[in-house]
């Protein structure tokens, strides 16, 4: 009997996930392939949910919608945030992710729209948000 992925198994694999007009966003293909356990938070729940019941040693191609990927863009998610409320050690730069550290410990990403004088323009939503994806995965081995 060939194994196939559990919701709690340990995978090694290469993925790739890219939207429909060829833009990547993330590759292990080209680096030593991931090890993670399903389940752990290691990749988002959509897309660890199309792994179940898929055997080892073959190469898989998936396109999900926004809505099975990582969910539609939320405008309520873009905020415009005055500079001076912002930590004075913060480098801000236009087009790039800035981190931020969480009330409650943790840390959160914000990419960086617009800057002025003023106020910085951050999109809190994850890159992908509102875009279909292909989520390519060449499953290595089951644990």
Do not use: C, W
Request: charged share 20%; aromatic share 10%; no cysteine.
């Amino acid at each position: 009997m060939t194994a196939t992925v559990r919701s709690n198994s340990y995978l090694t694999l290469h993925y790739r996930i890219t939207a429909l007009d060829g833009e990547e966003f993330l590759s292990t293909f080209e680096m030593s392939p991931a090890t993670l356990q399903m389940g752990s938070g290691q990749l988002a729940e959509n897309l660890e949910s199309v792994l179940i019941g898929l055997p080892a040693h073959e190469t898989f191609v998936f396109e999900l919608p926004p809505e099975e990927a990582f969910g539609q863009h939320n405008a309520r998610l873009v905020e415009r945030i005055a500079r001076s409320g912002l930590p004075a050690d913060m480098e801000l730069k236009e087009n790039s992710v800035v981190e931020f550290s969480a009330p409650q410990g943790g840390t959160f990403a914000g990419f960086l729209r617009t800057l002025d004088a003023t106020h910085a323009l951050f999109d809190f939503n994850h890159p992908m948000a509102g875009k279909t994806i292909r989520f390519e995965v060449k499953i290595i081995g089951i644990m």
